[in-house]
């Protein structure tokens, strides 16, 4: 197929692929190989995989912190939580949370909000020094 624009005419998809314009399915050697083995696998930044199926907290921008049980999670730190409890913040002071609570249950939490992910055993909340 050939596509003009202003009177120009322009590559087809199948041009700029080194596809020959032959009819038929298109031949092994006549498709360039750009597939996934040139480029390494990204990984991602964090290793959560020792988290999964354990309780974690997670903080996000803004100052939101929830917990829940680690389901899953990818190389652009989207998580996966399950019985996920959001803590609320004073209404007073939004950089302070309270003891009140809402429950979410399962959540997909978008990897560009997150701050921190730590485990919620093993931690304990200190005074503040300053």
Known sequence: YQRRVRGLPL???MQQRGVSSSSGPPSSSSISSS???DKPKKE?????????GKEVIVKFNGGRQVQGILKGYDT???LVLDETVEYLRDPEDPYQITSKTRA????VCRG????????AEGTDEIDNLF
Do not use: D, E, K, R
Request: proline share 7%; hydrophobic share 40%; glycine share 10%.
């Open 44 to 52: 991602s930044i964090l290793n959560l995989n020792p988290y999964i």
């Open 11 to 13: 590559q087809t998809n």
């Open 104 to 107: 979410l249950g399962l959540s």
């Open 76 to 78: 652009l730190v989207n």
């Open 35 to 37: 597939g996934g083995s």
């Open 112 to 119: 560009n909000a997150v701050m921190c992910v730590y485990p």
